[in-house]
C-alpha cells in the first residue's frame, strides 16, 4: 500500500468480483453492473495497464456511484413477519366455520372421546405435514406460489402442476365453504328477528353473494389492508373464546336449561362421551370428512410466501405454532361443551317435570335429572335445541352471545379471506410456468406486488358457484380430499428428497424424519379413500391426466428445469442399474445393437442419425459421436453441444451426443469407441456412412476410413456402413461476418480480435424429413447374408420391422451357394430362421456371387443393386490384404 492508502499502480483489481448470491441465482440485482466473469475471460483476458491506476478507479467509481444515485430506488412491495403473515393467518384460517357451527354437532354424534380422536388425527396429519412444509421452505430460496411452489421446485413440474391446479380450485371451494358458513349465522339471526328476505336457503345464497363480493374488494385493495383485516378479525375471535369459556362458569338460568345447558356436570360428560350416531353422515369417518377442512389453514401463509420477509423463517414457526395452538382451542372447546350440555332439548321452559303437560309417565333422556322433561322430542327426534339439533350452541353457553356471533363472522370471514387471496397466488404461479395451455392469461401481475387480478376474477366465479349450494355439509366433504392429496403429496416431497440423498438437499430445519413424511404420505391417501373413495378416484384421476400431459408434452417456452428430487432419483436408480449390470456376463438372448454412430454434428447427416434410431429407439443404446479436426482450445465444440442435443430432442430421437477434438480422425474415432458408454452400456456397432468421394479425396482420407473399420474389428465391434444414393451429408458452409459491436465488451476479451469473417458450418434444420421417418408401406426389405457374422445382419431388419413404420415390409433373405446344392442351401437356411423365429419366410440363393471377377464379365442388369456393388469392390480390392474385411462389410446389405 502507498502512504495514501492507494494501491501502487502495478497492481489491477481481479476481474473476478466477490462472491454474491445473485451470481448463483442467475439473476443480477437492480442498479448493479458487476457480473460474474467468465471462465474464457479469466483465461484469456489481456492486461491492461494504466497510469494513474487508483484515479481511474476511484473516477469510475464515482461515476458508477452518480448513476446509482440517479436512478430513483423501486418502491419496495410490503413484506410480513411470521407472526403476522403466518401464524395468525394460519390460525384464522384453522379456526373457521366449523369451529364455531359444527364442532358441538361433531361432539354430539361421535361424543367426546371420538371427537377427541378426531381431532388428534387431524392434528398428526397436519403436523407431520407441518414438518415436511419446514424442511422444504428451508431448503432454498422460496418464491411466490407457495404449496405449488415448494412441490413443483421439489418433486418437478408433472406433480407439481397437478398440485397446483387441485389446490388452487381447493381454496376457491374454500372461500365458499367459510362464506356459507357466515351466511348460516347470518340467516339465523334473520329467523330470530322475523326479517327472512325470501326462504332460508335463498337467503343463504344472497348474504353469501354480497360477502364474497365484499371480500373481494378487500383483497384487490391490496395485501396491506387485507393483513389489517386479519389483525382486527384474530383480535375478535379472541375475546369470543374468553366470552365462550367465562360462559361456561356461569350458572345455568331457566332459559338456558330449557335449550340444554347445566354447566358442568359430570353425568353429562359420561353421557356425552360416547357417540351417537343420527342422520345420513352419522359415522366416524363421516364426521371426520366434515371437520378435516377446518384443519387444512396449515397452508394459508405457505401460501403467500412471495409476501413474507424470510419465508425459510416465517413459515416453520409460524405454521407450527399455529397448528400447536389451534389444537388445544379445538381440544378444550369440545371437552367443556360436551361436559355442559346435553344432545336434545326443546328450549321451551315450560317443559319441566312439574309442568302441567307432564303426566307422570316415564321419563327419557338426561334431562329428567335436573328436573325436566324432553322425553317426547327426544323419542321423536323432533328437538330443536342441544348439541345434536342446534348449530348455535356455543352462543347458548356463551356469557354475550353477541361476541360469538361476532367471533363467527371473524373466523368465517378471515377464513374466507385467506383462501380468497391464496387461490390467486398459487393460480398465478402455476399460470407463469407454463405448464398447461391456455392458461397464461391469468399469469399477469399488476402493482408493485404483482396482484393477480385476473386470477382473482376466476376465483370468485367459483366461489359464487359453489356458494349457490348453499350446504355447508355437501362442500365441506368435497374440498377434503383435495387438500388431503396436497398433504400426501407435500410429505412425499419430503422423503423424496431425502432418500434420493441429492446433495442438494440441505434444508437448514432439522426436526423431521423420512420415515414420518412417509407416514403422512400414506395416512393421507388412506383417509382419502376412508372418506369418499369415488371422490378420492376423481382426485387421483386428474392427476394421472395432468402429470400425463406435462410428461408428454413438455410445454412453456423454456425447458422446466427445477433440479427436482425426481432428477435425483432417476440418476440414483440410472447409476444403481448401470453398477448392477457390471455383473451380467454377455448371452445371446440379451444382445442388442449398441451403436455408436460416427454422425459428426447429428443435424449433419439426418438420415444416418434417423436410421439408426429407427432400430435403436426404446430397444438399445444409441450415441451420435463427432470428431471435430480442431484444436482442443477451441470451444466451437463445446457450445455447439447444447444445440445438438435439442435437435436431437426436438426430432424425438433417443441418443446421447458425445465429440472429441482432435487433428486426426481416426484416432478420434477409435477414442470415441474405447470411452463411450459406461461398463455394459458401451457401444459393440460402429455405424458410420459410405465414402461416396473415394475416388477424389486424398490416399491418406482413404487410409484413414478403412483404417476405422480395421480398428472396429480390432476392438470387436460391429460394423454398418449406410449408402444413399444422394449421400448422407446435408450440411454447407456459410460466409459469416461477425459484428464486434453486438458481442458484450467484456465477453469480448480473450477471443481472436482480429479475426472479422469467420465460416460456419449449418446442418439440417429439426423439420427436414428423411427416408426413414414416412411410413415405408408394403416394401420390401432386402438382405444378402453373404457369411455368418453371428445374426446381426438379421437382428436388425428384425428391429425394423417391430416399428409401426416397418411392420409392413416384406424381408427377404439373399444367400450365396453353388448352383449344385442352392436348394438344399436354402432349405438349410430356412430351418435355421424358423428357429430363430424371425418370421422371414423368403429366401432366396444367388449362385452368381460365388463367381470371381473378370474384366470382360458383366453383372445382369436384373440382379440386386448390392450384388453390382459386391463385384464393384471385389475387382478393386481382389488379392488385397482388405479383401476379407469388405466382405463383412458388404454383407452387411447396406
Known amino acids: 500500500m502507498e502512504e495514501d492508502g492507494s494501491a501502487p499502480p502495478d497492481y489491477e483489481t481481479t476481474f473476478d468480483a466477490c462472491p454474491r448470491y445473485e451470481f448463483y441465482a442467475n439473476s443480477a440485482p437492480p442498479g448493479r453492473r458487476k457480473v460474474r466473469p467468465s471462465l474464457d475471460m479469466l483465461r484469456n483476458a489481456e492486461p491492461v495497464r494504466h497510469e494513474g491506476s487508483s484515479h481511474d478507479s476511484s473516477t469510475k467509481d464515482g461515476e458508477d456511484k452518480d448513476v446509482e444515485a440517479d436512478e430513483e430506488p423501486e418502491t419496495e412491495p410490503v413484506r410480513f413477519g411470521w407472526v403476522t403473515g403466518v401464524m395468525i393467518r ?117 348474504v353469501g353473494v354480497i360477502t364474497v363480493t365484499g371480500l373481494m374488494g378487500i383483497a384487490l385493495a391490496g395485501m396491506e389492508w387485507e393483513a389489517k383485516a386479519q389483525v382486527v378479525f384474530f383480535f375478535v375471535i379472541m375475546v369470543s373464546f374468553v366470552n365462550y369459556f367465562v360462559g361456561t362458569l356461569i350458572p345455568a338460568s331457566p332459559e338456558r336449561m330449557a335449550k340444554g345447558y347445566f354447566s358442568y356436570r359430570g353425568d353429562i360428560f359420561l353421557e356425552n362421551i360416547g357417540p351417537e350416531w343420527r342422520g345420513e353422515t352419522g359415522s366416524f369417518f363421516g364426521m371426520f370428512s366434515i371437520f378435516f377442512p377446518s384443519a387444512t389453514g396449515i397452508l394459508a401463509g405457505a401460501n403467500i410466501s412471495g409476501d413474507l420477509k424470510d419465508p425459510a423463517v416465517a413459515i416453520p414457526q409460524g405454521t407450527l405454532m399455529a397448528i400447536f395452538l389451534t389444537t388445544l382451542t379445538y381440544l378444550a372447546i369440545a371437552a367443556t361443551i360436551g361436559s355442559c350440555v346435553i344432545r336434545d332439548a326443546t328450549g321451551s321452559i315450560n317443559d319441566t317435570l312439574g309442568a302441567g303437560n307432564f303426566t307422570g309417565g316415564e321419563c327419557a333422556g338426561l334431562g329428567c335429572n335436573y328436573g325436566w322433561n324432553f322425553t317426547e322430542c327426544t323419542l321423536a327426534g323432533t328437538c330443536e335445541y342441544g348439541l345434536a339439533n342446534d348449530y348455535q350452541t356455543m352462543s347458548m353457553v356463551s356469557a354475550f352471545s353477541p361476541l360469538i356471533t361476532a367471533g363467527i363472522f371473524a373466523a368465517t370471514l378471515s377464513s374466507a379471506l385467506a383462501c380468497l387471496v391464496s387461490a390467486p397466488k398459487v393460480f398465478q404461479c402455476l399460470c407463469q410456468d407454463n405448464l398447461y395451455p391456455l392458461i397464461g392469461f391469468f399469469a399477469k401481475g399488476y402493482g408493485k406486488n404483482q396482484e393477480p387480478l385476473r386470477a382473482y376474477a376466476l376465483t370468485f366465479i367459483l366461489a359464487v358457484a359453489f356458494i349457490l349450494i348453499a350446504e355447508l355439509n355437501t362442500i365441506a366433504p368435497i374440498i377434503s380430499n383435495f387438500f388431503l392429496c396436497s398433504y400426501a403429496l407435500i410429505n412425499f416431497s419430503c422423503f423424496h428428497a431425502t432418500i434420493t440423498k441429492s446433495p442438494g438437499w440441505r434444508p437448514s430445519f432439522r426436526y423431521f424424519s423420512k420415515w414420518t413424511a412417509l407416514f403422512g404420505a400414506i395416512i393421507s391417501v388412506v383417509i382419502m379413500f376412508l372418506l369418499n373413495w369415488w371422490s378420492a378416484l376423481i382426485v387421483v384421476g386428474i392427476i394421472f391426466v395432468s402429470l400425463a400431459y406435462v410428461t408428454y408434452k413438455k410445454p412453456g417456452e423454456a425447458e422446466v428445469n427445477w433440479g427436482s428430487s425426481v432428477q435425483a432419483g432417476s440418476y440414483q436408480m440410472a447409476l444403481s442399474h448401470a453398477m448392477s449390470l457390471s455383473d451380467v456376463e454377455d448371452h445371446v438372448k440379451n444382445f442388442r445393437p449398441q451403436c455408436l454412430v460416427l454422425s459428426g454434428p447429428p443435424n449433419f447427416r439426418p438420415a444416418l442419425v434417423d436410421f439408426v434410431a429407427a432400430f435403436t429407439k426404446t430397444v438399445s443404446l444409441m450415441i451420435c459421436g463427432n470428431v471435430a479436426e ?42 470415441l469407441m474405447q470411452v463411450s458408454g459406461l461398463g455394459r452400456l458401451k457401444p459393440n456397432t460402429v455405424v458410420l456412412g459410405y465414402k461416396h468421394n473415394w475416388q477424389t479425396d486424398s490416399p491418406q482420407n482413404m487410409e484413414n ?32 461476418q461477425v459484428n464486434m459491436g453486438f458481442e458484450d465488451t467484456e465477453g469480448a476479451i480473450g477471443r481472436e480480435r482480429q479475426r472479422r469473417e469467420t465460416f460456419k458450418v449449418v446442418g439440417s434444420d429439426t423439420y427436414l424429413e428423411t427416408y426413414f421417418q ?121
Open 90 to 206: 394460519c390460525m384464522l384460517n384453522i379456526w373457521g366455520v366449523i369451529l364455531y357451527l359444527r364442532l358441538p354437532w361433531i361432539t354430539a354424534q361421535a361424543g367426546i372421546g371420538l371427537t377427541w380422536l378426531i381431532i388428534i388425527m387431524s392434528s398428526i396429519v397436519t403436523s407431520i405435514t407441518g414438518l415436511s412444509i419446514s424442511a422444504i421452505s428451508t431448503n432454498g430460496k422460496v418464491k411466490a406460489g407457495g404449496t405449488y411452489f415448494l412441490i413443483s421446485r421439489s418433486l418437478g413440474p408433472e406433480l407439481g402442476g397437478s398440485i397446483g391446479l387441485l389446490f388452487s380450485f381447493a381454496n376457491a371451494v374454500a372461500v365458499a365453504m367459510h362464506v356459507v358458513g357466515f351466511s348460516e349465522t347470518v340467516k339465523d339471526l334473520l329467523v330470530e328477528t322475523d326479517s327472512i328476505m325470501s326462504d332460508p336457503v335463498n337467503d343463504i345464497r344472497i
Open 630 to 671: 480442431v484444436s482442443p482450445h477451441d470451444s466451437s465444440c463445446a457450445e455447439n453441444y447444447s444445440e445438438q442435443l435439442r435437435w436431437l430432442n426436438a426430432r424425438k430421437i433417443r441418443s446421447f451426443y458425445n465429440f472429441i477434438t482432435t487433428g486426426n480422425l481416426r484416432a478420434g474415432a477409435t477414442s
Open 705 to 736: 476410413y478403412v483404417g476405422i473399420i480395421h480398428d472396429c474389428f480390432d476392438l470387436s465391434v460391429g460394423v454398418c456402413v449406410l449408402r444413399m444414393r444422394d449421400g448422407l451429408d446435408v450440411s454447407r458452409t456459410v460466409k459469416a
Open 774 to 894: 414416412g411410413n415405408q408401406k408394403k416394401k420390401n426389405i432386402d438382405i444378402y447374408w453373404l457369411f455368418d457374422d453371428g445374426g446381426l445382419t438379421l437382428l436388425i431388419p428384425y428391429l425394423l420391422t417391430r416399428r409401426k413404420r416397418w411392420s409392413r415390409c416384406r424381408v427377404r433373405v439373399f444367400l450365396s451357394s453353388q448352383i449344385a446344392n442352392a436348394e438344399e442351401h436354402r432349405e438349410e437356411i430356412q430351418s435355421l430362421l424358423n428357429k430363430f423365429r424371425l418370421g422371414f419366410n423368403e429366401v432366396v440363393v444367388l449362385p452368381e456371387i460365388m463367381w470371381r471377377p473378370e474384366e470382360t464379365r458383366s453383372v445382369p442388369v436384373d440382379k440386386p443393386y448390392p450384388l453390382v456393388l459386391h463385384t464393384f469392390l471385389q475387382k478393386q480390392f481382389h488379392g488385397s490384404k482388405y479383401f476379407c474385411d469388405i466382405r463383412f462389410l458388404t454383407k452387411c446389405g447396406f
